[in-house]
């Protein structure tokens, strides 16, 4: 099994500026437009991870137990997974970005997305909200711009717009006083850092298996891509053997 590998703290932010064992089950806190939280920014706390899934066709996000090898531009190039496969499947037919098939191969294809970690001073909880590069680059530049102040100042996230159009902002509070009550007092109380562990099994891990049933159930013939359904191949398997054992026992004396 490829060793899957999540990219955290420097590392991580060296992607997003590039522009390309059981653990505790966290949570992802969904910023949706017109949302608004009130944060405690511990820093730049943030990971990267490749990631599977289509609202279009409600296959909610994963990352893949044996994840594929990828190009520096994000593509996979060796070791594909069964979603890889679909997606190259509908590319390979595309002749155009825009066209039906690469439209078709987009429900299939990794995103690298970035997860930012902050306190809510609402709950004083941590949340981990989830961004596309673009939206991760304008949060991060807002945090170092206040980087050797954060611990002096609440923060706002907001999302607002809709589709292309989707705004993601991290905008300064100046003022404590302006918080209620119960955000000052978690301001105070609330650590400066972070913990990594709030990060570990936000994303679900997907075997192989299970990738090839969840495009069967989604209407991919994923005999296409030269894969078969684990029971089809299981009992395939059986046959073959029942076959055998009785060729076999046509010799027992």
Request: charged fraction near 30%.
């Amino acid at each position: 099994m490829a060793e899957k590998k999540v990219l955290t703290g420097t590392d991580a932010l060296d992607v997003l500026n590039e522009g390309s064992g059981d653990s505790v089950q966290n949570e992802f806190t969904y910023l949706k437009s017109g949302d608004e939280f009130i944060v405690k920014v511990p820093g730049i706390n943030l990971v990267s991870e490749f990631v599977y899934g289509s609202f279009a066709k409600k296959i909610y996000s994963f990352v893949a137990e044996n994840p594929s090898k990828k190009s520096a531009k994000g593509f996979p190039v060796e070791n594909l997974t069964p979603f890889d496969l679909a997606w190259k499947y509908y590319k390979d037919q595309s002749d155009d970005w825009q066209d039906e098939m690469s439209q078709e191969a987009s429900h299939y294809r990794c995103q690298r997305k970035f997860t930012i970690g902050f306190y809510d001073l609402d709950t004083g909880e941590p949340i981990m909200v989830e961004f596309t590069r673009k939206q991760a680059n304008a949060v991060v530049d807002t945090i170092k711009q206040y980087e050797k102040r954060l611990d002096q100042f609440a923060f706002s996230l907001k999302k607002s717009g809709k589709g292309t159009n989707t705004v993601v902002s991290l905008s300064l509070i100046p003022i404590l006083d302006d918080l209620s009550e119960k955000q000052q007092k978690n301001f105070e109380e609330l650590p400066n850092d972070f913990d990594a562990k709030n990060f570990e099994g936000l994303y679900y891990v997907m075997s192989d298996e299970e990738q090839i049933e969840t495009l069967h159930n989604n209407g991919f013939d994923v005999s296409l891509i030269g894969l078969e359904l684990p029971k089809e191949k299981e009992a395939a398997e059986e046959s073959v053997e029942e076959s055998t054992d009785e060729g076999d026992s046509e010799y027992d004396f």
